[in-house]
């Protein structure tokens, strides 16, 4: 499987240029133009390597770095600049780049480096579980009971949560926080829908429930036993 690129380059012809060798050189790429773009592109697909151009219209792109640094897996980056100031090439290492390419630069030094980067990031598969629901992070994948679940991306991203917080109640506002990145103030309703929507795919068909409502907190998932109408100690 051809390794997936995202791109954020705001110059239209460099992104062209750079694009179309990538591809030619067998990989695949996406490519935006704009951070908060690229932004999303990441939480609706999976790739293997983002290319990020510092200076971006709509904002800085150290800010996407930090952004995308936030998450609990990302790809490597390879930071693009004109500037090439060491002051620069510091921050963006700082802020977990991978690496650093200052423009002008050549196609062949560019591509070499892709290829380092996939070559050091090969991703070591991530999996998750609680009781018999099962999700593979790095492909994406969910299943309970060995029956694959298709998730949408926000679906996917609020399980993946409450499951790295298996046994803990997670309050509304921090799943908003998390999934979204953002402050959802008053929005947290929108979390409820999406647990049900969640609800309806991993546990309604499955007499043991894994994902329930903590009253006054929030939400949890947790794999634990307590069959109904059994007093605490028996
Ligand atoms: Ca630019």
Partial sequence: MAARILLIEDEQRIAELIARGLQNAGFEVDFVSEGNRGLEMMQARDYDLII?????????????????????????????????????????????????????????????????????????????????????????????????????????????????????PLTRTAIVEHVWEMDYDGLTNIVDVYIRHLRSKIDDRWPHKLIRTVRGIGYMIDAGEKPAGKPAGT
């Fill in 52 to 168: 990020l151009d510092l200076m971006l219209p709509d904002m800085d792109g150290l800010r996407v770095l930090e952004k995308l640094r936030n998450r609990k897996l990302c790809p490597p980056i390879l930071i693009l600049s004109a500037l090439g100031a060491v002051e620069d090439r510091v921050k963006g290492l700082e802020r977990g780049a991978d690496d650093y390419l200052s423009k002008p630069f050549s196609f062949n030094e560019l591509l070499a480096r892709v290829r380092a980067l996939l070559r050091r990031g090969q991703p070591v598969r991530e999996r998750l579980q609680v009781a018999d629901l099962v999700m593979d992070v790095t492909r994406r994948k969910v299943s309970r009971g060995g029956q694959p679940i298709e998730l949408a991306p926000k679906e996917f991203s609020i399980l993946e949560f409450l499951m790295r917080n298996a046994g803990r």
